[in-house]
Protein backbone atom coordinates (compact mmCIF):
# COMPACT_ATOMS: atom_id res chain seq x y z
CA UNK A 1 0.00 0.00 0.00
CA UNK A 2 1.48 3.17 -1.05
CA UNK A 3 0.25 5.79 1.62
CA UNK A 4 -1.60 8.88 0.44
CA UNK A 5 -1.57 12.38 1.98
CA UNK A 6 -5.08 12.97 1.77
CA UNK A 7 -6.00 12.71 5.85
CA UNK A 8 -2.42 15.06 6.79
CA UNK A 9 -4.96 17.54 6.18
CA UNK A 10 -7.49 16.18 9.05
CA UNK A 11 -7.82 17.97 11.96
CA UNK A 12 -5.34 17.54 14.67
CA UNK A 13 -6.53 15.60 18.01
CA UNK A 14 -4.92 15.37 21.26
CA UNK A 15 -2.44 12.39 21.67
CA UNK A 16 -4.14 9.29 23.06
CA UNK A 17 -2.52 9.11 26.96
CA UNK A 18 -1.63 5.69 27.58
CA UNK A 19 -0.30 4.91 24.16
CA UNK A 20 3.45 4.35 23.80
CA UNK A 21 5.38 3.87 20.92
CA UNK A 22 8.64 1.23 20.07
CA UNK A 23 10.92 1.80 16.86
CA UNK A 24 12.43 -1.86 16.35
CA UNK A 25 15.33 -3.36 15.74
CA UNK A 26 16.89 0.41 17.14
CA UNK A 27 14.58 1.58 19.47
CA UNK A 28 13.30 4.67 20.56
CA UNK A 29 10.61 6.57 19.36
CA UNK A 30 11.82 7.35 15.35
CA UNK A 31 12.14 5.87 12.29
CA UNK A 32 15.86 5.81 10.95
CA UNK A 33 16.80 3.31 7.89
CA UNK A 34 19.86 3.10 6.29
CA UNK A 35 19.76 1.70 2.28
CA UNK A 36 21.26 1.39 -1.17
CA UNK A 37 19.35 2.03 -4.22
CA UNK A 38 17.32 -0.07 -5.31
CA UNK A 39 16.71 -1.53 -2.16
CA UNK A 40 13.86 -2.18 0.57
CA UNK A 41 14.34 -1.63 4.21
CA UNK A 42 11.69 -2.60 6.79
CA UNK A 43 11.22 -1.31 10.80
CA UNK A 44 8.70 -2.61 13.21
CA UNK A 45 6.44 0.02 15.06
CA UNK A 46 5.01 -1.68 18.07
CA UNK A 47 1.89 0.13 19.90
CA UNK A 48 1.20 -0.47 23.36
CA UNK A 49 -2.13 1.00 24.98
CA UNK A 50 -3.83 1.67 21.05
CA UNK A 51 -7.73 0.80 21.08
CA UNK A 52 -9.54 1.74 17.62
CA UNK A 53 -9.18 2.02 14.22
CA UNK A 54 -5.89 2.28 13.29
CA UNK A 55 -4.28 4.41 10.53
CA UNK A 56 -0.69 5.68 9.42
CA UNK A 57 -0.26 8.97 7.16
CA UNK A 58 2.66 9.90 6.09
CA UNK A 59 2.80 14.21 6.76
CA UNK A 60 2.66 16.76 3.84
CA UNK A 61 6.14 18.15 4.78
CA UNK A 62 7.82 14.90 3.79
CA UNK A 63 10.36 14.60 1.43
CA UNK A 64 8.60 13.29 -1.48
CA UNK A 65 10.91 10.35 -1.80
CA UNK A 66 9.21 9.13 1.55
CA UNK A 67 6.20 10.44 0.29
CA UNK A 68 6.09 8.10 -3.15
CA UNK A 69 7.68 5.02 -1.61
CA UNK A 70 6.10 4.14 2.16
CA UNK A 71 3.82 1.29 2.68
CA UNK A 72 2.46 0.14 6.36
CA UNK A 73 1.84 -3.22 6.92
CA UNK A 74 -0.13 -4.81 9.84
CA UNK A 75 1.25 -7.93 11.77
CA UNK A 76 -1.54 -9.87 11.59
CA UNK A 77 -1.20 -13.64 12.78
CA UNK A 78 -1.96 -17.48 11.45
CA UNK A 79 -2.20 -20.50 13.29
CA UNK A 80 0.61 -23.10 12.68
CA UNK A 81 0.53 -26.48 14.70
CA UNK A 82 -2.55 -25.63 16.98
CA UNK A 83 -0.81 -22.39 18.07
CA UNK A 84 -0.77 -18.81 16.67
CA UNK A 85 1.70 -17.15 15.30
CA UNK A 86 2.37 -13.59 13.71
CA UNK A 87 3.19 -13.74 10.15
CA UNK A 88 1.34 -12.40 7.15
CA UNK A 89 1.40 -8.80 6.45
CA UNK A 90 -1.62 -7.42 4.64
CA UNK A 91 -1.37 -3.60 4.31
CA UNK A 92 -3.04 -1.72 7.63
CA UNK A 93 -6.06 -0.50 5.28
CA UNK A 94 -7.16 -3.98 5.26
CA UNK A 95 -6.67 -5.18 9.00
CA UNK A 96 -7.34 -1.17 11.12
CA UNK A 97 -8.93 -2.83 14.35
CA UNK A 98 -6.52 -2.87 17.64
CA UNK A 99 -7.41 -3.86 21.30
CA UNK A 100 -4.24 -2.96 22.93
CA UNK A 101 -1.40 -3.65 21.13
CA UNK A 102 -0.75 -3.49 17.38
CA UNK A 103 2.67 -4.59 15.35
CA UNK A 104 2.95 -2.73 12.19
CA UNK A 105 5.80 -3.17 9.47
CA UNK A 106 7.16 0.31 7.43
CA UNK A 107 8.39 -0.63 4.45
CA UNK A 108 10.39 1.73 2.49
CA UNK A 109 11.39 1.48 -0.63
CA UNK A 110 14.24 2.94 -2.57
CA UNK A 111 14.22 3.46 -6.20
CA UNK A 112 17.21 2.44 -8.71
CA UNK A 113 17.82 5.90 -9.64
CA UNK A 114 17.69 7.74 -6.23
CA UNK A 115 20.34 10.44 -5.32
CA UNK A 116 21.93 9.38 -2.32
CA UNK A 117 21.18 11.79 0.37
CA UNK A 118 19.22 12.26 3.74
CA UNK A 119 15.70 12.21 3.00
CA UNK A 120 13.81 13.54 6.27
CA UNK A 121 9.93 13.40 7.15
CA UNK A 122 7.01 11.99 9.52
CA UNK A 123 4.64 9.58 9.85
CA UNK A 124 1.04 10.31 11.84
CA UNK A 125 -0.22 6.88 13.96
CA UNK A 126 -3.71 7.58 14.47
CA UNK A 127 -6.24 5.53 16.43
CA UNK A 128 -9.93 6.31 16.17
CA UNK A 129 -8.60 9.83 14.82
CA UNK A 130 -6.98 10.24 17.27
CA UNK A 131 -3.03 11.18 17.24
CA UNK A 132 -0.83 8.17 18.91
CA UNK A 133 2.10 9.26 17.80
CA UNK A 134 3.80 11.64 15.45
CA UNK A 135 7.00 9.51 14.40
CA UNK A 136 10.03 11.43 12.68
CA UNK A 137 11.79 9.74 9.68
CA UNK A 138 14.82 9.77 8.30
CA UNK A 139 15.96 7.60 5.28
CA UNK A 140 19.84 7.41 4.42
CA UNK A 141 20.36 6.90 0.79
CA UNK A 142 24.01 5.30 -0.15
CA UNK A 143 25.99 5.76 -3.24
CA UNK A 144 25.49 2.28 -3.04
CA UNK A 145 23.69 0.41 -5.89
CA UNK A 146 22.55 -3.20 -5.34
CA UNK A 147 23.00 -5.43 -8.90
CA UNK A 148 20.26 -5.18 -11.33
CA UNK A 149 17.86 -8.06 -11.09
CA UNK A 150 18.65 -9.55 -14.03
CA UNK A 151 22.27 -9.57 -13.82
CA UNK A 152 23.20 -13.35 -13.27
CA UNK A 153 26.29 -12.19 -11.87
CA UNK A 154 24.09 -10.95 -8.57
CA UNK A 155 23.45 -13.07 -5.99
CA UNK A 156 20.88 -15.46 -7.64
CA UNK A 157 17.62 -17.72 -6.11
CA UNK A 158 15.27 -19.97 -7.41
CA UNK A 159 12.18 -20.57 -5.80
CA UNK A 160 9.30 -22.84 -5.96
CA UNK A 161 6.02 -21.57 -6.81
CA UNK A 162 2.42 -22.51 -7.91
CA UNK A 163 1.14 -19.53 -9.57
CA UNK A 164 -2.14 -21.37 -10.09
CA UNK A 165 -2.73 -21.71 -6.25
CA UNK A 166 -2.21 -17.90 -5.85
CA UNK A 167 -4.25 -17.32 -9.23
CA UNK A 168 -7.35 -19.33 -7.78
CA UNK A 169 -6.85 -18.08 -4.51
CA UNK A 170 -7.22 -14.67 -5.16
CA UNK A 171 -10.25 -14.84 -7.32
CA UNK A 172 -11.92 -16.83 -5.05
CA UNK A 173 -10.73 -14.11 -2.02
CA UNK A 174 -11.53 -11.23 -3.79
CA UNK A 175 -15.03 -13.03 -6.02
CA UNK A 176 -13.70 -11.42 -9.15
CA UNK A 177 -14.28 -13.68 -11.91
CA UNK A 178 -11.29 -15.71 -13.06
CA UNK A 179 -12.03 -15.00 -16.53
CA UNK A 180 -10.92 -11.67 -15.92
CA UNK A 181 -8.68 -11.29 -12.57
CA UNK A 182 -6.81 -14.30 -13.25
CA UNK A 183 -4.22 -12.71 -16.16
CA UNK A 184 -3.86 -9.34 -13.45
CA UNK A 185 -3.34 -11.53 -10.52
CA UNK A 186 -0.45 -13.99 -12.49
CA UNK A 187 1.10 -10.49 -13.65
CA UNK A 188 0.94 -8.71 -10.24
CA UNK A 189 2.37 -11.95 -8.23
CA UNK A 190 5.29 -12.19 -10.81
CA UNK A 191 6.26 -8.23 -10.34
CA UNK A 192 6.55 -8.52 -6.64
CA UNK A 193 8.87 -11.67 -6.52
CA UNK A 194 10.65 -9.39 -9.05
CA UNK A 195 10.63 -6.41 -6.85
CA UNK A 196 12.36 -9.21 -4.25
CA UNK A 197 14.40 -11.09 -6.19
CA UNK A 198 12.85 -13.78 -6.26
CA UNK A 199 13.33 -16.15 -8.59
CA UNK A 200 10.31 -18.11 -9.47
CA UNK A 201 10.65 -21.84 -10.21
CA UNK A 202 7.46 -22.56 -12.26
CA UNK A 203 5.88 -20.35 -15.02
CA UNK A 204 2.54 -21.69 -14.07
CA UNK A 205 0.35 -20.81 -17.17
CA UNK A 206 3.02 -19.67 -19.05
CA UNK A 207 4.61 -23.10 -19.28
CA UNK A 208 4.47 -24.36 -22.82
CA UNK A 209 2.44 -27.33 -23.99
CA UNK A 210 3.32 -30.21 -26.24
CA UNK A 211 3.54 -28.16 -28.87
CA UNK A 212 5.29 -25.12 -27.47
CA UNK A 213 4.15 -21.64 -27.03
CA UNK A 214 1.19 -21.91 -29.04
CA UNK A 215 -1.63 -20.08 -27.58
CA UNK A 216 -5.13 -21.58 -27.65
CA UNK A 217 -8.24 -20.43 -26.42
CA UNK A 218 -8.80 -18.71 -22.70
CA UNK A 219 -6.65 -17.16 -20.57
CA UNK A 220 -5.27 -20.05 -19.05
CA UNK A 221 -4.18 -21.96 -22.37
CA UNK A 222 -2.11 -18.90 -23.86
CA UNK A 223 1.28 -20.04 -22.77
CA UNK A 224 3.16 -17.53 -24.85
CA UNK A 225 1.24 -14.83 -24.13
CA UNK A 226 1.23 -15.09 -20.26
CA UNK A 227 4.90 -16.15 -20.58
CA UNK A 228 5.55 -12.41 -22.15
CA UNK A 229 3.92 -10.99 -19.51
CA UNK A 230 5.57 -12.71 -16.95
CA UNK A 231 9.04 -12.52 -18.37
CA UNK A 232 9.09 -8.67 -18.59
CA UNK A 233 9.91 -8.54 -15.15
CA UNK A 234 13.62 -8.61 -14.67
CA UNK A 235 14.56 -11.85 -12.49
CA UNK A 236 18.61 -13.09 -12.14
CA UNK A 237 17.46 -17.20 -12.65
CA UNK A 238 15.10 -18.50 -15.75
CA UNK A 239 14.13 -21.44 -15.30
CA UNK A 240 13.48 -23.21 -18.20
CA UNK A 241 10.19 -25.58 -18.94
CA UNK A 242 11.64 -28.87 -17.06
CA UNK A 243 10.20 -30.54 -14.67
CA UNK A 244 12.17 -32.59 -12.10
CA UNK A 245 10.86 -35.91 -11.18
CA UNK A 246 8.88 -34.62 -8.35
CA UNK A 247 6.35 -32.97 -10.75
CA UNK A 248 3.10 -35.41 -12.20
CA UNK A 249 2.23 -35.11 -15.92
CA UNK A 250 4.58 -32.56 -16.93
CA UNK A 251 2.33 -30.15 -19.29
CA UNK A 252 5.40 -30.38 -22.00
CA UNK A 253 5.72 -33.92 -21.93
CA UNK A 254 9.20 -33.88 -20.72
CA UNK A 255 10.44 -36.72 -18.50
CA UNK A 256 13.58 -36.54 -16.19
CA UNK A 257 14.60 -39.84 -16.71
CA UNK A 258 14.57 -39.83 -20.35
CA UNK A 259 16.86 -36.36 -20.98
CA UNK A 260 17.82 -37.28 -24.54
CA UNK A 261 14.12 -35.94 -25.65
CA UNK A 262 14.78 -32.57 -24.21
CA UNK A 263 17.20 -31.17 -26.86
CA UNK A 264 14.90 -31.71 -29.69
CA UNK A 265 11.45 -30.32 -27.78
CA UNK A 266 13.93 -27.50 -26.42
CA UNK A 267 15.39 -26.78 -29.43
CA UNK A 268 12.26 -25.89 -31.32
CA UNK A 269 9.61 -25.07 -29.01
CA UNK A 270 11.50 -23.48 -26.22
CA UNK A 271 15.08 -21.73 -27.14
CA UNK A 272 14.14 -19.45 -30.01
CA UNK A 273 11.90 -17.85 -28.12
CA UNK A 274 13.62 -17.54 -24.93
CA UNK A 275 16.69 -16.19 -27.19
CA UNK A 276 14.96 -13.59 -28.89
CA UNK A 277 13.15 -12.11 -25.08
CA UNK A 278 16.73 -12.16 -23.95
CA UNK A 279 16.10 -14.80 -21.41
CA UNK A 280 18.32 -17.71 -22.20
CA UNK A 281 21.67 -16.37 -20.71
CA UNK A 282 20.21 -16.54 -17.35
CA UNK A 283 18.32 -19.80 -17.92
CA UNK A 284 19.29 -23.36 -15.99
CA UNK A 285 17.61 -26.45 -15.97
CA UNK A 286 16.56 -28.47 -12.90
CA UNK A 287 16.11 -31.67 -14.19
CA UNK A 288 16.22 -33.72 -10.60
CA UNK A 289 15.71 -33.61 -6.99
CA UNK A 290 18.11 -35.10 -4.50
CA UNK A 291 19.14 -38.27 -6.90
CA UNK A 292 21.66 -40.11 -4.75
CA UNK A 293 24.38 -42.42 -5.83
CA UNK A 294 22.70 -44.43 -8.01
CA UNK A 295 20.81 -41.93 -10.11
CA UNK A 296 24.19 -39.68 -10.42
CA UNK A 297 25.66 -42.44 -12.00
CA UNK A 298 22.56 -43.56 -14.29
CA UNK A 299 20.49 -39.94 -14.96
CA UNK A 300 22.68 -37.09 -13.86
CA UNK A 301 25.48 -37.24 -16.31
CA UNK A 302 22.77 -37.58 -19.31
CA UNK A 303 20.15 -34.53 -18.02
CA UNK A 304 23.90 -32.46 -18.01
CA UNK A 305 24.79 -33.81 -21.67
CA UNK A 306 21.37 -33.14 -22.79
CA UNK A 307 21.12 -29.57 -21.38
CA UNK A 308 24.78 -29.23 -22.93
CA UNK A 309 23.45 -30.24 -26.29
CA UNK A 310 20.69 -28.10 -26.24
CA UNK A 311 22.64 -24.69 -26.35
CA UNK A 312 25.65 -22.76 -24.62
CA UNK A 313 24.01 -20.87 -22.21
CA UNK A 314 21.69 -22.67 -20.39
CA UNK A 315 23.42 -24.02 -17.21
CA UNK A 316 22.81 -27.52 -15.48
CA UNK A 317 21.63 -27.65 -11.95
CA UNK A 318 21.09 -30.39 -9.23
CA UNK A 319 19.91 -30.28 -5.59
CA UNK A 320 22.59 -32.45 -4.56
CA UNK A 321 26.62 -32.70 -3.26
CA UNK A 322 30.08 -33.38 -4.90
CA UNK A 323 31.33 -36.43 -3.56
CA UNK A 324 34.42 -37.90 -3.50
CA UNK A 325 34.87 -41.98 -2.71
CA UNK A 326 36.86 -42.70 0.62
CA UNK A 327 39.03 -45.32 0.33
CA UNK A 328 38.73 -47.26 3.97
CA UNK A 329 41.77 -46.04 6.27
CA UNK A 330 44.09 -47.87 8.87
CA UNK A 331 44.61 -45.79 11.83
CA UNK A 332 47.01 -45.82 14.98
CA UNK A 333 46.01 -44.61 18.27
CA UNK A 334 48.03 -44.35 21.37
CA UNK A 335 46.85 -47.43 23.69
CA UNK A 336 48.48 -47.21 27.13
CA UNK A 337 51.98 -47.19 26.81
CA UNK A 338 51.63 -48.58 23.20
CA UNK A 339 49.39 -48.20 20.09
CA UNK A 340 46.57 -49.79 18.07
CA UNK A 341 45.42 -49.96 14.45
CA UNK A 342 42.33 -50.16 13.77
CA UNK A 343 40.93 -49.99 10.05
CA UNK A 344 38.10 -47.11 9.48
CA UNK A 345 35.60 -48.21 6.41
CA UNK A 346 35.72 -46.41 3.52
CA UNK A 347 32.44 -44.61 1.81
CA UNK A 348 31.37 -45.20 -1.44
CA UNK A 349 28.67 -42.87 -3.24
CA UNK A 350 31.33 -40.69 -4.73
CA UNK A 351 30.87 -38.61 -8.30
CA UNK A 352 33.68 -37.46 -9.22
CA UNK A 353 32.66 -37.67 -12.86
CA UNK A 354 30.08 -35.07 -12.85
CA UNK A 355 33.02 -32.49 -11.89
CA UNK A 356 35.92 -33.56 -13.16
CA UNK A 357 35.97 -30.78 -16.03
CA UNK A 358 36.35 -33.28 -18.50
CA UNK A 359 33.06 -34.30 -21.00
CA UNK A 360 29.88 -33.17 -21.03
CA UNK A 361 28.56 -34.66 -18.10
CA UNK A 362 29.66 -32.21 -15.54
CA UNK A 363 26.99 -30.13 -13.65
CA UNK A 364 27.01 -26.49 -13.55
CA UNK A 365 25.27 -25.63 -10.67
CA UNK A 366 25.33 -28.12 -7.44
CA UNK A 367 22.84 -26.55 -5.17
CA UNK A 368 23.82 -28.04 -1.59
CA UNK A 369 21.59 -28.58 1.58
CA UNK A 370 22.95 -26.73 4.21
CA UNK A 371 23.33 -29.22 6.96
CA UNK A 372 25.51 -31.72 4.55
CA UNK A 373 27.81 -28.60 3.62
CA UNK A 374 30.43 -29.56 5.88
CA UNK A 375 30.42 -32.59 7.85
CA UNK A 376 28.63 -34.64 10.52
CA UNK A 377 29.74 -35.66 14.05
CA UNK A 378 32.86 -37.86 14.84
CA UNK A 379 33.19 -41.01 16.70
CA UNK A 380 35.63 -41.41 19.59
CA UNK A 381 37.79 -42.96 17.20
CA UNK A 382 37.62 -40.47 14.83
CA UNK A 383 38.79 -38.10 17.27
CA UNK A 384 41.60 -39.98 18.53
CA UNK A 385 42.79 -40.71 15.30
CA UNK A 386 43.01 -36.84 14.26
CA UNK A 387 39.96 -37.01 11.67
CA UNK A 388 38.05 -34.04 10.98
CA UNK A 389 34.46 -35.47 10.20
CA UNK A 390 32.82 -32.21 10.72
CA UNK A 391 34.16 -30.92 7.42
CA UNK A 392 34.86 -34.02 5.41
CA UNK A 393 32.73 -32.55 2.73
CA UNK A 394 34.28 -29.42 1.85
CA UNK A 395 37.30 -30.63 -0.32
CA UNK A 396 35.01 -32.08 -2.61
CA UNK A 397 32.47 -29.29 -2.97
CA UNK A 398 36.45 -26.95 -3.13
CA UNK A 399 37.61 -28.83 -6.44
CA UNK A 400 34.48 -28.70 -7.94
CA UNK A 401 34.40 -25.08 -7.48
CA UNK A 402 38.04 -24.76 -8.54
CA UNK A 403 36.84 -26.65 -11.63
CA UNK A 404 34.43 -24.04 -12.81
CA UNK A 405 31.47 -25.26 -10.92
CA UNK A 406 28.65 -22.79 -9.31
CA UNK A 407 27.43 -23.59 -5.61
CA UNK A 408 24.25 -22.81 -4.29
CA UNK A 409 22.16 -23.67 -1.12
CA UNK A 410 19.17 -24.97 -0.61
CA UNK A 411 17.57 -25.65 3.05
CA UNK A 412 13.92 -27.28 4.17
CA UNK A 413 12.05 -27.16 6.95
CA UNK A 414 12.57 -31.00 7.98
CA UNK A 415 12.64 -30.35 11.60
CA UNK A 416 12.78 -26.77 13.78
CA UNK A 417 15.54 -28.67 15.46
CA UNK A 418 17.50 -29.30 11.92
CA UNK A 419 20.84 -27.36 13.47
CA UNK A 420 20.99 -24.94 10.31
CA UNK A 421 17.94 -22.17 9.91
CA UNK A 422 14.97 -21.91 7.66
CA UNK A 423 12.02 -20.21 6.67
CA UNK A 424 9.46 -22.16 9.05
CA UNK A 425 6.85 -20.16 10.64
CA UNK A 426 7.94 -20.02 14.22
CA UNK A 427 11.42 -20.17 13.78
CA UNK A 428 13.44 -16.85 14.77
CA UNK A 429 11.81 -13.96 12.41
CA UNK A 430 15.68 -13.47 11.61
CA UNK A 431 16.25 -16.65 10.54
CA UNK A 432 16.05 -16.54 6.88
CA UNK A 433 18.21 -13.33 6.78
CA UNK A 434 21.24 -15.18 8.28
CA UNK A 435 20.65 -18.30 6.34
CA UNK A 436 20.86 -15.82 3.61
CA UNK A 437 24.08 -14.11 4.85
CA UNK A 438 25.74 -17.64 6.03
CA UNK A 439 24.98 -18.75 2.07
CA UNK A 440 27.06 -15.55 0.65
CA UNK A 441 29.39 -15.75 3.01
CA UNK A 442 30.69 -19.17 2.38
CA UNK A 443 31.16 -17.95 -1.06
CA UNK A 444 28.12 -19.58 -2.58
CA UNK A 445 26.43 -18.08 -5.53
CA UNK A 446 22.65 -18.20 -5.07
CA UNK A 447 19.76 -20.19 -3.32
CA UNK A 448 17.57 -22.73 -3.89
CA UNK A 449 13.86 -23.43 -2.23
CA UNK A 450 11.85 -25.90 -3.20
CA UNK A 451 9.30 -26.57 -0.38
CA UNK A 452 6.84 -24.31 -2.06
CA UNK A 453 5.38 -20.31 -1.14
CA UNK A 454 1.40 -20.41 -1.94
CA UNK A 455 0.80 -24.00 -1.45
CA UNK A 456 -2.65 -23.11 0.29
CA UNK A 457 -4.26 -26.43 -0.31
CA UNK A 458 -7.67 -26.31 0.68
CA UNK A 459 -7.18 -23.51 3.43
CA UNK A 460 -7.57 -19.99 4.22
CA UNK A 461 -3.54 -19.14 4.79
CA UNK A 462 -4.70 -16.70 6.53
CA UNK A 463 -6.34 -18.84 9.09
CA UNK A 464 -4.13 -21.92 9.21
CA UNK A 465 -0.90 -23.35 7.47
CA UNK A 466 -0.36 -26.97 6.78
CA UNK A 467 2.73 -29.04 8.22
CA UNK A 468 5.52 -25.99 9.92
CA UNK A 469 3.85 -23.39 7.36
CA UNK A 470 7.08 -23.90 5.50
CA UNK A 471 5.50 -24.15 2.09
CA UNK A 472 3.70 -19.96 2.30
CA UNK A 473 5.79 -17.52 2.29
CA UNK A 474 3.01 -15.26 0.47
CA UNK A 475 -0.78 -14.82 0.95
CA UNK A 476 -2.99 -13.87 -1.88
CA UNK A 477 -3.77 -10.28 -2.25
CA UNK A 478 -7.76 -8.59 -1.70
CA UNK A 479 -7.82 -8.24 -5.47
CA UNK A 480 -6.09 -9.31 -8.67
CA UNK A 481 -4.30 -6.65 -9.30
CA UNK A 482 -2.83 -5.37 -6.07
CA UNK A 483 -0.03 -6.62 -4.86
CA UNK A 484 0.11 -9.77 -3.09
CA UNK A 485 0.21 -9.79 1.17
CA UNK A 486 4.26 -10.63 2.37
CA UNK A 487 5.11 -12.39 5.19
CA UNK A 488 7.44 -11.67 8.08
CA UNK A 489 9.73 -14.78 6.65
CA UNK A 490 9.47 -13.21 3.14
CA UNK A 491 10.57 -9.90 4.70
CA UNK A 492 13.53 -11.20 5.98
CA UNK A 493 14.27 -13.77 3.07
CA UNK A 494 14.14 -10.09 0.95
CA UNK A 495 16.39 -8.44 3.26
CA UNK A 496 19.12 -11.74 3.32
CA UNK A 497 18.72 -11.36 -0.59
CA UNK A 498 20.13 -7.46 -0.59
CA UNK A 499 22.38 -8.38 2.44
CA UNK A 500 24.12 -11.33 0.14
CA UNK A 501 24.21 -8.91 -2.36
CA UNK A 502 26.01 -6.38 -0.51
CA UNK A 503 28.44 -9.39 1.14
CA UNK A 504 30.02 -10.03 -2.42
CA UNK A 505 30.10 -6.71 -3.67
CA UNK A 506 32.29 -5.94 -0.10
CA UNK A 507 34.25 -8.87 -0.89
CA UNK A 508 35.30 -8.21 -4.16
CA UNK A 509 36.20 -4.47 -2.98
CA UNK A 510 37.89 -5.38 0.24
CA UNK A 511 37.88 -9.63 -0.02
CA UNK A 512 36.24 -12.24 2.40
CA UNK A 513 38.81 -11.58 5.28
CA UNK A 514 36.87 -8.70 5.76
CA UNK A 515 33.07 -9.97 5.40
CA UNK A 516 34.16 -12.50 8.13
CA UNK A 517 35.56 -9.76 10.56
CA UNK A 518 32.38 -7.36 9.94
CA UNK A 519 30.17 -10.96 10.86
CA UNK A 520 32.24 -11.39 13.50
CA UNK A 521 32.00 -8.65 15.39
CA UNK A 522 28.19 -8.75 15.22
CA UNK A 523 28.59 -12.42 16.40
CA UNK A 524 26.19 -13.39 13.97
CA UNK A 525 28.05 -17.25 13.69
CA UNK A 526 30.43 -18.49 16.12
CA UNK A 527 34.11 -17.55 14.78
CA UNK A 528 37.34 -17.96 15.65
CA UNK A 529 40.57 -16.33 14.14
CA UNK A 530 38.01 -15.70 11.19
CA UNK A 531 37.06 -19.40 10.96
CA UNK A 532 33.38 -20.21 11.48
CA UNK A 533 33.00 -22.90 15.06
CA UNK A 534 30.99 -25.88 13.47
CA UNK A 535 28.73 -27.40 16.13
CA UNK A 536 27.22 -31.15 16.53
CA UNK A 537 27.02 -33.83 19.10
CA UNK A 538 30.47 -34.66 19.33
CA UNK A 539 33.51 -34.06 17.66
CA UNK A 540 32.90 -30.63 16.74
CA UNK A 541 34.25 -27.59 17.41
CA UNK A 542 31.41 -26.73 19.83
CA UNK A 543 28.62 -28.90 21.27
CA UNK A 544 25.28 -29.18 19.54
CA UNK A 545 21.90 -30.44 19.15
CA UNK A 546 22.28 -32.88 15.66
CA UNK A 547 24.44 -34.99 14.01
CA UNK A 548 25.13 -32.60 11.31
CA UNK A 549 28.14 -29.73 11.35
CA UNK A 550 26.80 -26.12 10.96
CA UNK A 551 27.94 -23.13 12.24
CA UNK A 552 26.42 -21.47 15.27
CA UNK A 553 24.55 -19.15 14.71
CA UNK A 554 22.59 -16.41 16.40
CA UNK A 555 18.83 -16.21 17.72
CA UNK A 556 18.89 -13.64 20.68
CA UNK A 557 16.52 -10.64 21.06
CA UNK A 558 19.66 -9.20 19.89
CA UNK A 559 19.99 -10.41 16.85
CA UNK A 560 17.56 -8.21 15.13
CA UNK A 561 19.61 -4.70 16.24
CA UNK A 562 23.06 -6.74 14.73
CA UNK A 563 22.12 -7.72 11.41
CA UNK A 564 20.75 -4.03 10.93
CA UNK A 565 24.50 -2.90 12.25
CA UNK A 566 25.82 -5.12 9.97
CA UNK A 567 23.61 -4.12 7.25
CA UNK A 568 24.99 -0.27 7.61
CA UNK A 569 28.82 -1.58 7.87
CA UNK A 570 28.64 -3.24 4.89
CA UNK A 571 27.19 -0.35 3.16
CA UNK A 572 29.82 1.72 4.88
CA UNK A 573 32.89 -0.32 3.46
CA UNK A 574 31.26 0.53 -0.28
CA UNK A 575 30.79 4.43 0.45
CA UNK A 576 30.89 7.29 3.25
CA UNK A 577 27.59 8.15 4.78
CA UNK A 578 25.16 10.46 3.36
CA UNK A 579 24.87 13.80 4.43
Known amino acids: MVLTVAAACALMLAPAADAAVKVLPRGGEAIVIDAARDEYQDVQVRLTGVTG ?9 SDPMLRDNIAVLRVTATRVGGRQVD ?54 VWDVALPDRKQSSAFRTLFQVTPQSYINAVTERSGVDPHDGGPLAGEALMRFLSEYRISPGDWGYGTPRENGYTNGKGWWRRPGERMNEYGQFPFGTMRLPVDTQRANDPLTGLSPRKPEGWVPYLRRHVVPFWESEGWLSRSV ?12 REVIGR ?21 RNVAPRVVRVAWGKSHRSYTLRGTGGGNPQLWDGRGCDDVDVWVVLARRFYGTFATPLEQRAGIDASRELQPAITKAKERGASIWSYTYSASLSAGSPGYAAGEPETNPQVFMLWTAM ?28 QSVLVYPASQPASEPVSSLRLEAIRDGVEDANLVRMVAEKKGWKRVRALMAKERVFAMKGGKVQLSCTMGCDLGGRTKFSWPKYRTDRGTALALDRLHRALLAELATAPA
Not at 53 to 61: H, P, Y
Request: aromatic share 6%; charged share 25%.
Open 87 to 140: DPLPPLAQSRSASGTARLVVRIRVPGDAQPGVYRGGLRVSADGATVKDIPVTLN
Open 303 to 323: QACAVHETNDATRYMVTASPK
Open 285 to 296: VWGWDEPGEVLD
Open 53 to 61: RLDAVIDLS
Open 442 to 469: EGMDGTLYGDGMMTYGKRDPFSSLAKRG
